[in-house]
C-alpha cells in the first residue's frame, strides 16, 4: 500500500457521501464513518500495509456497517416520534476542493450534492428492503462492482444484480412521471406565492389529487403524527402550518439539490419544505420541522 494515513483520511469525504445515501441522515452517517476508521486503525500495521486499495477496504466496511443498521432496524426507527424524512440539506453543503484543506468540522459540508440526493429519492431509497438499498447505492450511485456488492450483502453477483435492478424498478417508476428542472423550479415558485398570499384555490389548483403531505417535528416542535391526504387537507394544512402566512417569511431555495421552500421566522429557519412534482402537479409535500435537522440551515 503507497497511501499514506493523510491520503486515507482523505476518504472521509466519499465514506460520509455514501452513508448519508444509505440513512439521509448526517448524524447517523457520521457514525457509521467513525466506526469505518476505528476497524482500520485497529487493524495490526502489516494488515493495513497489505491492504491494496485502502479505498475499497473502507467502502465495503461502511457498506456493511450500513446494511447491519438497517438490517436490524427493520424500517422502524427506535424513539422517533412521528413521521420520519430525510434530512435536508442546504446548496452550501459542498465538498472542500483546497488541495492541502483538511476535513471539515462539519460531515454536511461533505455531501456532494446531485439527483442522488433528492428528498424524493432517499423517501424511496427509505422504503427498499436493506439489500435493495446497499445494492443500488453502492452501483448505481457509487459504480461497486456485483461481485464486490456480493461480498457485503451475502448474496451471489447475480443475485446482487437483481437487487439493484429491483430498486432500480422503483425508482424509475417515481422518475419516469418527474418533471424537468425548470419545472419542478416554476411549480414550487408559483406554490411558494400561493402560500404567502394565503390563497387556497391557487394552492389547490397545484395539487394532484392524490397529494399526500408528511411532516417531520421529531417530537421536538408541534407536527403531524400521520400523512395528511387530498387537495382539501392538504391545502388547509398548507396553510395553517406556521400559524398566518404574514407571521412568516418563504423563499425559494435549493433543497437536496432541487428547488425547495424554506420558512422563516424572524432571522430563524423553522422549516424546509421538499416536493415532488408530476406532470406539473404536487403529487408529496414533504416538510421538515425538526430543529436537529434545521441547524445548518440556521449558521452564519
Not at 457520521?30 to 482500520?40: I, K, M, P, R
Not at 486499495?53 to 443498521?69: E, K, N, S, Y
Request: proline content about 6%.
Amino acid at each position: 500500500m503507497d497511501e499514506s494515513p493523510r491520503d486515507v483520511a482523505r476518504e472521509r469525504q466519499h465514506l460520509v457521501n455514501l452513508a448519508f445515501r444509505m440513512f439521509g441522515s448526517t448524524a447517523e452517517a457520521e457514525d457509521v464513518v467513525q466506526q469505518t476508521y476505528a476497524l482500520w486503525y485497529a487493524l495490526p500495521e502489516a494488515e493495513r500495509d497489505a491492504v491494496a486499495t485502502p479505498r475499497a477496504w473502507l467502502t465495503r466496511t461502511a457498506a456493511r456497517i450500513c446494511l447491519d443498521i438497517l438490517a436490524s432496524r427493520r424500517g422502524l426507527r427506535d424513539g422517533y416520534v412521528g413521521e420520519w424524512l430525510p434530512e435536508p440539506v442546504p446548496n452550501t453543503s459542498v465538498p472542500t476542493s483546497a488541495p492541502h484543506a483538511g476535513p471539515p468540522a462539519d460531515p454536511l459540508d461533505r455531501i456532494t450534492l446531485d439527483e442522488s440526493v433528492s428528498m424524493a429519492l432517499l423517501v424511496l431509497l427509505d422504503s427498499l428492503a436493506p439489500e435493495e438499498r446497499v445494492a443500488f447505492v453502492l452501483h448505481d450511485v457509487f459504480g461497486v462492482s456485483f461481485e464486490a456488492i456480493g461480498d457485503i450483502v451475502g448474496r451471489t453477483a447475480r443475485e446482487s444484480r437483481n437487487l439493484a435492478s429491483n430498486a432500480r424498478r422503483n425508482i424509475h417508476r417515481l422518475r419516469s412521471h418527474e418533471t424537468s428542472p425548470e419545472t419542478h423550479t416554476t411549480v414550487v415558485q408559483a406554490f411558494g406565492e400561493a402560500w404567502e398570499l394565503g390563497d387556497a384555490v391557487a394552492l389547490a389548483a397545484l395539487l394532484a389529487p392524490d397529494v399526500v403531505a408528511l411532516t417531520d417535528g421529531g417530537g421536538k416542535v408541534s407536527a403531524e403524527a400521520q400523512p395528511v391526504r387530498g387537495v382539501a387537507e392538504v391545502v388547509r394544512f398548507v396553510l395553517h402550518a406556521f400559524g398566518a402566512p404574514e407571521d412568516v417569511e418563504i423563499t425559494q431555495q435549493p433543497v437536496n439539490a432541487q428547488t425547495g421552500l424554506v420558512v422563516r421566522r424572524g432571522l430563524s429557519v423553522v422549516g424546509v419544505v421538499s416536493f415532488n412534482i408530476s406532470e406539473s402537479l404536487v403529487t408529496d409535500v414533504w416538510m421538515v420541522l425538526n430543529p436537529d435537522k434545521l441547524e445548518r440551515w440556521n449558521r452564519g
